[in-house]
């Protein structure tokens, strides 16, 4: 039986992927898999169990399954251009980060992230997450003046609490992150260092953000993003710490890895293998910075004042609008982004003062910097719009003609 045959289900798949089509996703951390990644995703694979590693598995038949669990781990290799030890297993993001921290801490132990209400993400250290209860967080932000990290008063924080760990990383930090400096800083107070570059892992690998590789003793990575890749993870590290992580990993955390998705990830990598990337990692920068440049002329004000890479943080402060209206509002009107917090926002995540927008969705559908240009319109006439029925459904007609100019890979190319 195909899905088509399942009524309900196939109007749900055939309603988003419509809404995909004639819709702009700007949200940072989302993008467009190609044809091959989603034949991957969807195939015979998803049918076995493989607990273990490649040639150390406690099921039988195998043996296709560890080709391309290696085929993954391989590429991944090639396509950051190290020799770090990796492991493609781990499901997602955040229980990459569970593992690193089983592998090599005790609980209780000291550990420095940056905050989530600054930039960081939710398992950096945030009370609410496992990180934040079950180990010791100390917390570093952005100057308040520049929204910029401020790396010598990272450095006074970590002389003053000597954390075990230090992760540097973020989810909606729009500026360059220096990681030659976090690596300087744990060498200083002798913390191991893991850089979290799941947002920035495809720009890392096109050559358009610097690379914690011979930098940092662990990395850990989302696979999708601006790497195009299916909802995964990975793992990185020197040596020293290969056997802990994989056995947190396995059987710490997990159970059979989702060998479906790792065959997937090996095409993604495969892709990003190809000198094509390279080009959309250098557009999807031009993109974020087309972008923000009109948001500025428009009166917004950004965060840090403007961006280094896919993402851009805009603070509604001064518009009496606050992130939540804002995101429903573009909702309307076909252009979907997120409600985020800014650096030393006094109102509430859920009700938050900014709204975090991204360019690699739209880069992927062959968009350039004209492009961002009227996109930023689109959202400067959502914004003044002040949530009007009528003037949101104008703008919903002619964004959705627009859209349908771009083909979106996976599902129309």
């Not at 493989?50 to 090639?78: T, V």
């Not at 010598?152 to 924080?157: I, M, P, R």
């Not at 003037?391 to 771009?406: C, G, H, P, Q, Y």
Request: charged fraction near 25%; glycine fraction near 10%.
């Amino acid at each position: 039986m195909k899905i088509a045959a399942d009524g309900e289900a196939y109007r749900i798949l055939k309603a988003e992927q419509k809404r995909q089509v004639e819709g702009l996703e700007l949200i940072p951390s989302e993008n467009y898999v190609s044809k091959a990644v989603l034949e991957a995703v969807g195939s015979v694979l998803t049918n076995k169990y493989s607990e273990g590693y490649p040639g150390h598995r406690y099921y039988g038949g195998n043996f296709y399954i560890d080709q391309a669990e290696n085929l993954a781990i391989g590429r991944a290799k090639k396509l950051f251009k190290t020799d770090y030890h990796v492991n493609v297993q781990p499901y997602s993001g955040s229980p990459a980060n569970i593992a690193v921290m089983l592998a090599v801490l005790e609980l209780g132990d000291k550990v420095m992230g940056m905050s989530l209400t600054q930039g960081g993400h939710l398992t950096h250290g945030h009370k609410v997450n496992f990180s934040g209860r079950y180990y010791d967080f100390c917390q570093y932000g952005v100057d308040r003046r520049t929204e910029i990290i401020d790396y010598s008063e990272v450095e006074k924080t970590a002389l003053k609490e000597k954390p075990k760990m230090i992760i540097c990383g973020a989810t909606a930090y729009p500026r360059i992150i220096n990681f030659k400096a976090f690596s300087k800083i744990a060498e200083k107070v002798k913390a191991i260092l893991m850089a979290d570059i799941s947002h920035i892992a495809g720009l890392i690998a096109a050559g358009v953000h610097p690379t914690p590789f011979g930098l940092a003793d662990i990395i850990t990575t989302t696979t999708h993003k601006t790497l195009r890749g299916p909802r995964g993870a990975v793992i990185f590290c020197k040596d020293r710490y290969a056997e802990a992580i994989d056995r947190a990993v396995f059987p710490g955390i997990q159970g059979g890895p989702h060998d479906h998705v790792n065959l997937a990830k090996a095409v993604a990598f495969g892709e990003a293998l190809k000198p094509e990337f390279k080009e959309y990692g250098k557009q999807t920068v031009k993109n974020s910075q087309a972008l923000a440049a009109k948001l500025i002329a428009g009166g917004l004000r950004l965060v840090s004042g403007g961006t280094d890479n896919h993402l851009i943080l805009v603070d509604l402060g001064s518009l009496g609008v606050t992130g939540k209206q804002a995101e429903a509002w573009l909702d309307e009107a076909g252009i979907t982004v997120n409600k985020n917090t800014i650096p030393y926002d006094e109102r509430k995540p859920m009700d938050p003062s900014g709204i975090r927008l991204g360019t690699p969705a739209v880069t992927s559908r062959g968009m350039k910097e004209k492009e961002m240009k009227i996109i930023g319109e689109f959202i400067l006439r959502v914004l003044a719009s002040k949530g009007q029925v009528t003037e949101l459904k104008i703008i919903k007609k002619e964004v959705t003609s627009f859209a349908k100019k771009f083909p979106v890979p996976g599902i129309t190319k």
